[in-house]
């Protein structure tokens, strides 16, 4: 996300910058273990894009908790995910695969996975990957590759929260049991640097990414996940 910054506000952190390379359209996620975003600095973020010339924003990915400023400055539901959650405890056991670590070489290749495997919404550019890499204070960038790159997942880690930040398999090599091992890959790395909870996300209507993580011991929170947006307009540069 070229340009992503930090806005600070007291104790208050939200990153702001371009999604993924569209333009006109920014985005805004409040930075982790931080308090929730005040309704005074969502709009004042609001007017900073706008001053940039944005015309609409997205949020990432919110807990209702996060919600509550975003809607009190005007924004909507535009999307929900489910979110999904297991002990670490009593892992299963797989056939590890051919994964080994991702390498920079490697991110032509996992782009052009995460394209074929993601709507245009939600794909990733070069930028939300590093986003991806640096939304926690641990991160891991595991590969399923033989002679090319099949699949990929970022796992990270938070204190003892893990975090499945993404998954990606081609679509041509799905059935391999591929996300299987990169999903237990990653809880093993997490639980091995002290996490004993991991949380995962997924669109509402993923049939196939909700079957794998229920195959794996994922339970469904009873709350969705929401990424929220609104409209930029003149006004917000005298808000």
Do not use: K
């Not at 002290?194 to 994922?218: K, M």
């Amino acid at each position: 996300m070229p340009g992503l910054r930090v806005v600070r506000c007291g104790a208050e952190r939200i990153r702001v910058g371009s999604w993924r390379g569209e333009g006109g359209l920014a985005y805004v996620t409040p930075v982790a273990e931080t308090p929730p975003a005040s309704v005074a600095m969502v709009r004042h973020c609001c007017a900073l894009l706008a001053a940039q010339g944005y015309t609409e924003v997205v949020t990432g990915a919110l807990g209702w908790r996060e919600q509550r400023g975003f809607l009190q400055a005007g924004f909507e539901l535009r999307e929900e995910l489910h979110l999904l959650s297991r002990s670490l405890r009593d892992l299963p056991r797989v056939d590890p695969g051919p994964l080994r670590r991702g390498h920079r070489r490697d991110r032509q290749r996992i782009l052009v996975v995460d394209a074929l495997a993601f709507p245009a919404f939600w794909r990733l550019d070069d930028a939300g990957m590093t986003e991806a890499l640096r939304a926690t204070r641990s991160a891991r960038l595991r590969v399923a590759a033989e002679r090319e790159v099949a699949g990929y997942a970022i796992s990270g880690r938070s204190g003892t929260r893990g975090y499945l930040q993404r998954l990606a398999v081609d679509p041509g090599s799905q059935g391999r049991g591929l996300g299987r091992a990169l999903v237990v890959d990653g809880l093993r790395w997490m639980r091995r640097h002290g996490a004993d909870q991991v949380v995962v996300n997924t669109q509402v209507g993923n049939q196939r990414a909700l079957d794998l993580y229920h195959g794996l011991g994922f339970r469904l929170e009873p709350s969705r996940l929401a990424v929220l947006a609104r409209r930029l307009e003149d006004r917000e540069l005298t808000s």
